[in-house]
């Protein structure tokens, strides 16, 4: 149950497009089509916008979408607005159990 | 709305043990898989355990394995976890979290989580 790999940051300006990659292994990203990513703003609870690798739940902007390659998942949020700024997590079932990634702090420009 | 709300954290010596709760409202709680997620101080998330609407089958993470148990009283709303043998590495901000219907893995409420630090 390593943790998935994420970067630490990144960042991009309003308007722009930017993509977090999320590594995993054959034990979970792989294997599993059962990623989810979350968006966590400062002080507030984690809130899901992404299942099944690429499904939104409702109420979630049309700007998030995922995809999946590999053992890799990745997260690209389009239009960058100012509220998209937030620490963000992939999250991957694996074999009885849940492995999140170490987070990536976005920064909005 | 939809509420869960955790309590039962608290500063416990290494060795010691606590019972956390979370108290589940505005849905149907015997329907949803629940789950423990905790954050230590300047970390990231990391999954704990997660158990089934019924309570029948229950799942935890290799680092609480053996000294977590997690529970649920579908009569009270209420998820519980008992945690023994406390190190400070358990030291955390633990969040109750609702699955999505019988989808342990899917997070889709939050409640704002009860604190646990373990001192020596």
């Known amino acids: 149950q390593s943790a998935l790999t994420q970067p630490a940051s990144v960042s991009g300006s309003p308007g722009q497009s930017i993509t977090i990659s999320c590594t995993g292994t054959s034990s979970d990203v792989g294997t599993y089509n059962l990623v989810s990513w979350y968006q966590r703003r400062p002080g507030k609870a984690p809130e899901l916008m992404i299942y099944?690798?690429?499904e939104r739940p409702s109420g979630v902007s049309n700007r998030f979408s995922g995809s999946k390659s590999g053992n890799t998942a990745s997260l690209t949020i389009s239009g960058l607005q100012a509220e998209d700024e937030a620490d963000y997590y992939c999250c991957s079932y694996a074999d009885s159990s849940v492995v999140f990634g170490g987070g990536t702090k976005l920064t909005v420009l | 709305e939809v509420q869960l709300l955790e309590s039962g954290g608290d500063l416990v010596q290494t060795g010691g043990s606590l019972r956390l709760s979370c108290a589940a409202s505005g849905f149907t709680f015997s329907s949803c898989a629940m789950n423990w997620v905790r954050q230590a101080p300047g970390k990231g998330l990391e999954w704990v355990s997660a158990i089934t609407g019924s309570g029948g089958r229950t799942y935890y993470a290799d680092s609480v394995k053996g000294r977590f148990t997690i529970s649920r009283d579908n009569s009270k709303n209420t998820l519980y976890l008992q945690v023994n043998t406390l190190r400070a590495e358990d030291t955390a901000v633990y969040y109750c979290a609702k699955g999505r219907e019988y989808k342990f893995y899917y997070m889709d409420v939050w409640g704002k989580g009860t604190t646990v630090t373990v001192s020596s």
């Open positions: 099944d690798v690429s």
